[in-house]
């Protein structure tokens, strides 16, 4: 019963990511995309799992460029070139789900588009390491051994984690790690895997907000995230198509 819940719960978060996709264009402000993702939450029986948190302000984290996770709704407009990262975390009856992308706005770089492919590879290449029995290290391996043979950096000051009745719950899913070593995924299990990965080197730092995070070098960051339920013989992902 819980995971039906879970599963509508990412199946909307899906759809609102479909929803402010289309909506991204050159001119349109973040505060506007936020109104967007508020009403199709409310019209679908969702809350926000971010405004209020710890004071959090928005009801998305809606991060540019070297913005790696966290921006704060507001004026401020898309301009062509840019990349947007859209970060969504929805309350269905309870049960949160938790999803990220990054999108392209208008034309972008040959360099933006290559840290976009394979950011969102190297969630996959975490996401296939799923199933009951595997470790937690066997996920934060492939992604950072992805990340690496792509010459891109992890940023490895914030990580995904469990996911339920509570949009953070244990365990840490880190995006680096040591195969075979960790927590042992159980069938039933929900966890939210979220590799962030830089163009240029891993470090970050926190705007004088108290919550954007941004890389130190001032590169483009791009960050994937699917709630995955541990099944048997593999996973469900429950905030994709
Ligand atoms: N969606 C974020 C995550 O992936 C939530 C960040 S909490 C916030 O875990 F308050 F900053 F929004
Ligand atoms: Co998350």
């Given at each position: 019963h819980e995971i039906e819940l879970m599963k509508h719960s990412g199946h909307i978060n899906y759809l609102c990511h479909k929803l402010l996709e289309k909506n991204i264009r050159p001119g349109i402000t973040t505060g506007e995309l936020e109104s967007i993702a508020k009403k199709f939450m409310e019209e679908n029986g969702c809350i926000s799992s971010t405004k209020g948190y710890e004071g959090?302000?928005?009801?998305?984290?809606?991060s540019i460029n070297d913005e790696v996770v966290h921006g704060i709704p507001g004026k401020r407009k898309l301009k062509n070139g840019d990349i947007v990262k859209l970060d969504i975390s929805m309350i269905y009856k309870g049960y949160h789900s938790d999803s990220a992308a990054t999108y392209p706005v208008g034309h972008i770089s040959k360099e933006k588009e290559y840290l976009i492919e394979h950011t969102k590879k190297s969630l996959y290449e975490g996401i296939k390491q799923v199933k009951e029995g595997a470790k937690l290290g066997d996920i934060g391996h492939a992604i950072e051994q992805y990340a690496h043979e792509h010459h891109l950096s992890v940023v490895k000051e914030l990580c995904g984690h469990g996911i339920g009745n509570e949009l953070h719950e244990d365990p840490d899913v880190l995006n680096y790690g040591k195969a075979h070593t960790g927590m042992t995924l159980k069938?039933?299990?929900?966890?939210?895997?979220?590799?962030?990965?830089?163009?240029?080197?891993?470090?970050?730092?926190?705007?004088?907000?108290?919550?954007?995070?941004?890389?130190?070098?001032?590169?483009?960051?791009?960050h994937f995230e699917h709630t995955v339920l541990v099944t048997k013989d593999g996973y469900e992902i429950l905030t994709g198509e």
């Open positions: 959090y302000p928005g009801y998305l984290c809606i069938a039933g299990m929900t966890i939210a895997i979220e590799p962030m990965l830089n163009y240029g080197e891993r470090y970050v730092y926190m705007l004088d907000d108290d919550w954007t995070i941004c890389t130190e070098d001032g590169s483009p960051s791009a």
